[in-house]
């Protein structure tokens, strides 16, 4: 029991300690003799966990499954001197920063709408009344084709109440109604990728005795960015079979490695993906070089859509703690026809991305990671971009590690994307990975 007792300690004590605290003294720092602690202790987890231990599980597994429940987070309520009314009023309340957490690349537009553009983009908030219903929105994409609308999801104190395509350009979801007041938590979260569109949340109304009902949730100490093509945007990763085709309707954020990730960590996200982008070459079919579907040519936008095409506010928005690039795949498509002459042209792409990615998070460690979806000689020039930029700039807050290709055994998504099985074991590592390298524990909960 001392060992179990000791991994569960190690493991699962988040946010104490620095996380980027290099920069931030928000996070308290640990002794040295903490360190070799939590070092034994992470050891130990990683023997347990790889030897299939599982009735020694750590909260990793936990999480990872959905069970934690012992780490849901207690129900918000309103303070005793919350200002009321006289009595009940009923109030619409806008998707901004004042009522809402907004997570994710969002854009604000001139019709007072809130666009969660991005894939996991979300408005999170408290609400408190005795009737409170959500108003969304859809863009263009809504009345398209059925496949590619947006889909979404809303939570109610961490509990699914909605998952849907986004079919119309207004809609009204009920949160709940009763007798007596009652404090809820509301999460709306983009579920699908920013290429099919997005969805649009205007404004929450709410009947409640008290003046300032809705608030945002607040935010965390750890704030994460993660940019990738489909393996990030969770391309068909609820399909039951490798032959089936793609659609939004089995694209979700949640299930992927990075909202894993995120959660684990107690951390905020944002993302910036697209399936089939690249770093110097989209997915080709041909082996020609599909200029257009790289990521560097999008990362300083909010999204890809001509609604959506705008420069994102990096200097107004949360500066990011940890960046994850998971790029790398679809370039193998290009690169390898004719491997050894165009591996420097991918090299110098990638250390110039890297250098755009440093220049918009100047206090962010850089996570570089590639090879679910196979390519590994493409993870070895990855190496060799962060050791050249690294070198060139002296820059060392940056490192790579390779992603474990999938296997059958584990099972595939649409098109042979990663399972649900492979994402959560995508995510165990990068926890891992985040966690020692910059001396962190993880610690939070799964939806």
């Given at each position: 029991?001392?060992?179990?007792?000791?991994?569960?300690?190690?493991?699962?004590?988040?946010?104490?300690?620095?996380?980027?605290?290099?920069?931030?003294?928000?996070?308290?720092?640990?002794?040295?003799?903490?360190?070799?602690?939590?070092?034994?202790?992470?050891?130990?987890?990683?023997?347990?966990?790889?030897?299939?231990?599982?009735?020694?599980?750590?909260?990793?597994?936990?999480?990872?499954?959905?069970?934690?429940?012992?780490?849901?987070?207690?129900?918000?309520?309103?303070?005793?001197?919350?200002?009321?009314?006289?009595?009940?009023?009923?109030?619409?309340?806008?998707?901004?920063?004042?009522h809402m957490k907004l997570q994710g690349r969002t854009m604000r537009d001139e019709d007072q709408?809130?666009?969660?553009?991005?894939?996991?983009?979300?408005?999170?908030?408290?609400?408190?009344?005795?009737?409170?219903?959500?108003?969304?929105?859809?863009?263009?994409?809504?009345?398209?084709?059925?496949?590619?609308?947006?889909?979404?999801?809303?939570?109610?104190?961490?509990?699914?109440?909605?998952?849907?395509?986004?079919?119309?350009?207004?809609?009204?979801?009920?949160?709940?109604?009763?007798?007596?007041?009652?404090?809820?938590?509301?999460?709306?979260?983009?579920?699908?990728?920013?290429?099919?569109?997005?969805?649009?949340?205007?404004?929450?109304?709410?009947?409640?005795?008290?003046?300032?009902?809705?608030?945002?949730i607040p935010a965390k100490d750890l704030r994460i960015e993660f940019i990738g093509d489909s393996?990030?945007?969770?391309?068909?990763?609820?399909?039951?079979?490798?032959?089936?085709?793609?659609?939004?309707?089995?694209?979700?954020?949640?299930?992927?490695?990075?909202?894993?990730?995120?959660?684990?960590?107690?951390?905020?996200?944002?993302?910036?993906?697209?399936?089939?982008?690249?770093?110097?070459?989209?997915?080709?079919?041909?082996?020609?070089?599909?200029?257009?579907?790289?990521?560097?040519?999008?990362?300083?936008?909010?999204?890809?859509?001509?609604?959506?095409?705008?420069?994102?506010?990096?200097?107004?928005?949360?500066?990011?703690?940890?960046?994850?690039?998971?790029?790398?795949?679809?370039?193998?498509?290009?690169?390898?026809?004719?491997?050894?002459?165009?591996?420097?042209?991918?090299i110098k792409g990638y250390v110039d991305f890297l250098k755009q990615v440093r220049q918009k998070?100047?206090?962010?460690?850089?996570?570089?990671?590639?090879?679910?979806?196979?390519?590994?000689?493409?993870?070895?020039?990855?190496?060799?971009?962060?050791?050249?930029?690294?070198?060139?700039?002296?820059?060392?807050?940056?490192?790579?590690?390779?992603?474990?290709?999938?296997?059958?055994?584990?099972?595939?998504?649409?098109?042979?994307?990663?399972?649900?099985?492979?994402?959560?074991?995508?995510?165990?590592?990068?926890?891992?990975?985040?966690?020692?390298?910059?001396?962190?524990?993880?610690?939070?909960?799964?939806?």
């Amino acid at each position: 029991m001392l060992i179990v007792d000791i991994c569960q300690e190690v493991c699962y004590n988040v946010e104490e300690k620095e996380a980027a605290g290099y920069e931030k003294e928000r996070r308290c720092r640990c002794h040295s003799h903490r360190r070799l602690v939590l070092a034994i202790g992470g050891l130990i987890c990683w023997i347990l966990y790889t030897h299939g231990i599982k009735g020694l599980s750590t909260p990793i597994m936990q999480t990872l499954t959905g069970n934690n429940s012992q780490y849901a987070e207690e129900p918000a309520t309103m303070p005793e001197d919350a200002p009321k009314w006289d009595s009940e009023q009923t109030e619409s309340y806008p998707a901004i920063a004042a009522h809402m957490k907004l997570q994710g690349r969002t854009m604000r537009d001139e019709d007072q709408i809130t666009w969660l553009v991005q894939s996991g983009s979300a408005a999170e908030f408290t609400v408190t009344g005795t009737k409170a219903v959500l108003t969304l929105a859809g863009d263009g994409t809504a009345l398209g084709k059925e496949n590619h609308k947006p889909r979404y999801a809303v939570y109610l104190d961490d509990q699914l109440l909605t998952d849907a395509l986004m079919r119309t350009k207004e809609l009204e979801i009920p949160l709940f109604e009763s007798n007596q007041p009652r404090t809820a938590s509301v999460k709306v979260i983009q579920l699908s990728e920013a290429g099919y569109g997005a969805v649009g949340v205007k404004h929450v109304t709410v009947t409640s005795i008290y003046q300032e009902p809705v608030q945002p949730i607040p935010a965390k100490d750890l704030r994460i960015e993660f940019i990738g093509d489909s393996i990030t945007c969770g391309y068909g990763v609820e399909t039951k079979s490798e032959k089936d085709s793609f659609t939004t309707g089995t694209e979700n954020f949640t299930k992927t490695y990075a909202y894993l990730t995120a959660r684990m960590l107690n951390a905020d996200y944002s993302a910036v993906c697209y399936s089939g982008y690249g770093i110097v070459s989209g997915w080709t079919g041909d082996g020609q070089k599909k200029p257009d579907s790289i990521l560097p040519k999008y990362y300083n936008l909010i999204g890809i859509l001509p609604k959506y095409k705008k420069q994102w506010d990096f200097e107004h928005a949360e500066q990011n703690d940890v960046v994850v690039i998971n790029l790398g795949t679809n370039d193998y498509s290009y690169l390898s026809p004719s491997f050894s002459s165009r591996s420097k042209e991918f090299i110098k792409g990638y250390v110039d991305f890297l250098k755009q990615v440093r220049q918009k998070n100047p206090n962010a460690y850089i996570f570089c990671t590639m090879g679910t979806m196979g390519g590994e000689s493409v993870y070895g020039l990855i190496e060799q971009a962060v050791g050249e930029y690294s070198t060139t700039t002296g820059d060392t807050r940056i490192k790579s590690y390779a992603s474990p290709v999938q296997t059958q055994e584990d099972g595939y998504g649409a098109d042979y994307h990663p399972s649900v099985k492979t994402q959560q074991d995508s995510a165990q590592l990068l926890t891992e990975e985040i966690c020692n390298t910059l001396g962190i524990q993880p610690g939070g909960s799964f939806q």
